[in-house]
C-alpha cells in the first residue's frame, strides 16, 4: 500500500459495499463524513473508524488533516459538489460512477484537478477486475482476430416506488446512469469512442427512464449493442465476437466472474475465473493509490479524459430519449 488514509462522504449502500472491500484487502479507512452525526457515528462504528474522524458534515470531512482521498458515493446530482469540495481542500477523489449528471460538471472536475494537481478518477470499479484485464491480454494477443461486435446487458428489477431515488429524476433517477453506464463504458473500453449513437428508452411514470438500449458504431466498423433495464432482471452477460473467436463473461459479467474463450469452430480454447475475494472494490482503490505514488494522476484503464468522453455519450442518449433533469 501507499500509506494514503481514505476517507468517505456519505454513508449509504455503495459506501458501506466499498468499505467492506476497503477493510478487506487492509487499506487505511480512517474517515467517513455525513449530513448528519448520527449516521456518521454509525458507520465510524461498524468500520471501527476513530470516533473523532466521525464527521457531521461533508466540511468537516474534507477539513480533516488526517485524510489524503475522498471516495464521493452521494447520488449523482451530488458527486460535483462533493467532488469539488474535497478537490478545493487538496484531497485527491475517486468518484462514484456515473461520474457526474452531465458532460459538463465531468469537465469541470477534471479542469479542477489538473488545477489542483490531485487525481480524479471515476470508481468504474470493473474495469480493475482480473477478468477484464485478462480480456484485454487476449484481445491484444490476437486471439479474437478483428473485433466485429460487442454487446452487454446490466438488467435489474428495482424499487418502483416514486419518490425512490432510481426514479426520482431530481436525483438523476433513471436506469441509463445507474445500471447503464456499466455496458457502455464496456463497449468503450473495447472498442474506443463510439462514431455514432442510437438510442431508444422508455418512461416510467416520473419521467426517469426505465429502459435504455443502445446501438453505437466504433473504429473500423464494429458494432456495439448495449440494454439497461430497473424493471426487469435479465442475464447480465457480456459477449465480445470476434473473425476467429468470441470471448463470453459470464453472470455477472461486470462484478469478479468466469468467462469462455470460443473459436469459431466450437472449441473452447480458454476458460477463467479470477476468484476474486470480496466484492472486488478494492482493486479501484488500489489502482487509485498507484497512480497518486507515482505520479501520474491518472488512470491508465479509465483516464479522466475519457470519463469525460463518457458523459457525454450519456448526455447524446438521454437527448435521444428525452431525459433530462431538474439541475440541468
Not at 473473425?243 to 459479467?253: F, K, L, S, Y
Not at 473452447?268 to 498507484?290: C, F, I, K, P, W
Amino acid at each position: 500500500m501507499t500509506g494514503l488514509r481514505w476517507g468517505i462522504l456519505a454513508t449509504g449502500g455503495i459506501a458501506t459495499a466499498f468499505a467492506t472491500d476497503l477493510r478487506t484487502a487492509g487499506h487505511d479507512l480512517v474517515a467517513v463524513g455525513s449530513r448528519t452525526q448520527e449516521s456518521a457515528d454509525a458507520f465510524a462504528a461498524r468500520f471501527g473508524i476513530d470516533p473523532a474522524h466521525a464527521h457531521g458534515s461533508y466540511e468537516d470531512l474534507v477539513a480533516d488533516g488526517d485524510v489524503d482521498i475522498i471516495y464521493i458515493s452521494t447520488p449523482h446530482p451530488m458527486h460535483v459538489d462533493g467532488a469539488r469540495l474535497a478537490l478545493t481542500a487538496g484531497k485527491h477523489v475517486l468518484v462514484e460512477k456515473a461520474f457526474t449528471l452531465n458532460q459538463a460538471e465531468a469537465k469541470e472536475l477534471q479542469d479542477l484537478g489538473r488545477e489542483r494537481g490531485l487525481l480524479v478518477m471515476e470508481a468504474m470499479w470493473t474495469r480493475y477486475l482480473p477478468h477484464i484485464a485478462r480480456v484485454h491480454e487476449i484481445i491484444a494477443a490476437g486471439t479474437l482476430g478483428e473485433i466485429r461486435a460487442v454487446t452487454a446487458d446490466h438488467t435489474q428489477s428495482l424499487p418502483t416506488d416514486p419518490s425512490h431515488r432510481l426514479n426520482a429524476l431530481e436525483l438523476g433517477g433513471g436506469a441509463l446512469l445507474d445500471l447503464g453506464i456499466y455496458p457502455v463504458s464496456f463497449v468503450w473500453d473495447i472498442l474506443g469512442a463510439p462514431t455514432s449513437i442510437r438510442a431508444v428508452g422508455r418512461l416510467g411514470e416520473t419521467g426517469a427512464d426505465t429502459e435504455v438500449a443502445t446501438v453505437m458504431t466504433h473504429a473500423g466498423g464494429a458494432v456495439s449493442t448495449t440494454l439497461s433495464s430497473s424493471r426487469a432482471a435479465g442475464r447480465n452477460t457480456a459477449t465480445i465476437i470476434g473473425t476467429e473467436a468470441r470471448i463470453e463473461i459470464d453472470r455477472v459479467w461486470y462484478a469478479p466472474t468466469s468467462f469462455t474463450v470460443i473459436a469459431t469452430d466450437g472449441t473452447v480454447l480458454e476458460t477463467y475465473d479470477a476468484g476474486t475475494a470480496g466484492r472486488g472494490m478494492q482493486m479501484q482503490a488500489a489502482a487509485a493509490e498507484r497512480f497518486v505514488a507515482d505520479g501520474t494522476l491518472d488512470s491508465d484503464r479509465l483516464p479522466i479524459a475519457e470519463s469525460v468522453a463518457i458523459m457525454g455519450c450519456l448526455d447524446e442518449i438521454r437527448t435521444q430519449i428525452g431525459v433530462s433533469y431538474p439541475k440541468e
